[in-house]
């Protein structure tokens, strides 16, 4: 039997059938370790059915923007957007239960120290000291060393030092980022693009098409 291992999956945003389909490719078995980079819903097609398959078959998961702003909705945030509005309705008291539970960041058991969060990291910061409003927004730092959500400066995970692997979502617009210490997993499957995975320790990445574009990109 192979050593148990841990597949980390980029934005699914409610595709659900893009997300199986890359379980698949990937070998999953229920040794290994699935863990959700966050914006699990909003977008796509079937944010309730990827909930649902998570908490029952075990996955793991960080807070994403787009979660977030539905636990707003939940909350009764009349300022949230119309499409986290709708994600909030179709999800059951059991889903809701689990997305509130999502932590902000999670460090792998991995052989090498590796930690998920959403959005990202500010250089110089403990994970356990940063902000959360970087963890589910940060993209950049720009060229003066301020950290932004905007595409700006360079990627924050060019910056990041380290020791910890950090791996992210959040940024379709820069697409698969493979940088020394950081690995960004967002290839825009809900704009039609790609879902891709990171399955460590061999630190291979899996991919399978988008079935079409379910929401406009930015």
Same mark, same amino acid.
């Given at each position: 039997?192979? %050593?148990?291992?841990?597949? +980390?999956? /980029?934005?699914?945003?409610?595709?659900?059938? =893009? @997300?199986? $389909?890359?379980? &698949?490719?990937?070998?999953?078995?229920?040794?290994?370790?699935?863990?959700?980079?966050?914006?699990?819903?909003?977008?796509?097609?079937?944010?309730?059915?990827?909930?649902?398959?998570?908490?029952?078959?075990?996955?793991?998961?960080?807070l994403?923007n787009?979660?977030?702003?539905?636990?707003?909705a939940? %909350?009764?945030?009349?300022? +949230?957007? /119309?499409?986290?509005?709708?994600?909030?309705? =179709? @999800?059951? $008291?059991?889903? &809701?239960r689990?997305l509130?539970?999502?932590?902000?960041w999670l460090?792998?058991?991995?052989?090498?120290?590796?930690?998920v969060v959403?959005?990202?990291?500010?250089?110089?910061?403990?994970?356990?000291h940063?902000?959360?409003?970087?963890?589910?927004?940060?993209?950049?730092?720009t060229?003066?060393?301020?950290p932004?959500?905007?595409?700006?400066?360079?990627?924050?995970?060019?910056?990041?030092?380290?020791?910890?692997?950090?791996?992210?979502?959040?940024?379709?617009?820069?697409?698969?980022?493979q940088?020394?210490?950081?690995?960004?997993?967002?290839?825009?499957?809900?704009?039609?693009?790609?879902?891709?995975?990171?399955?460590?320790?061999?630190?291979?990445l899996?991919?399978?098409d988008?079935?079409?574009?379910?929401?406009?990109?930015?």
């Amino acid at each position: 039997m192979s %050593a148990a291992r841990t597949v +980390v999956v /980029g934005d699914v945003h409610g595709c659900l059938e =893009e @997300l199986l $389909a890359l379980i &698949v490719k990937c070998g999953v078995t229920p040794d290994d370790r699935v863990v959700l980079v966050g914006d699990v819903v909003a977008k796509g097609p079937d944010s309730q059915g990827v909930v649902q398959w998570a908490r029952e078959s075990g996955a793991h998961a960080v807070l994403g923007n787009h979660d977030a702003h539905v636990l707003r909705a939940i %909350a009764g945030d009349a300022a +949230v957007k /119309g499409h986290h509005v709708k994600v909030a309705g =179709e @999800l059951g $008291a059991a889903d &809701v239960r689990w997305l509130k539970e999502r932590p902000l960041w999670l460090r792998l058991p991995t052989a090498s120290p590796h930690v998920v969060v959403h959005g990202g990291l500010v250089p110089g910061v403990p994970v356990e000291h940063q902000a959360r409003e970087h963890l589910l927004n940060l993209r950049s730092i720009t060229d003066d060393g301020k950290p932004s959500k905007r595409i700006e400066g360079k990627p924050w995970g060019a910056a990041w030092p380290g020791p910890e692997h950090a791996v992210f979502g959040h940024d379709a617009v820069r697409g698969l980022q493979q940088h020394k210490h950081a690995t960004g997993l967002d290839t825009g499957c809900v704009y039609g693009r790609q879902l891709t995975a990171l399955v460590l320790p061999a630190n291979d990445l899996v991919s399978v098409d988008a079935h079409r574009a379910y929401a406009e990109m930015k």
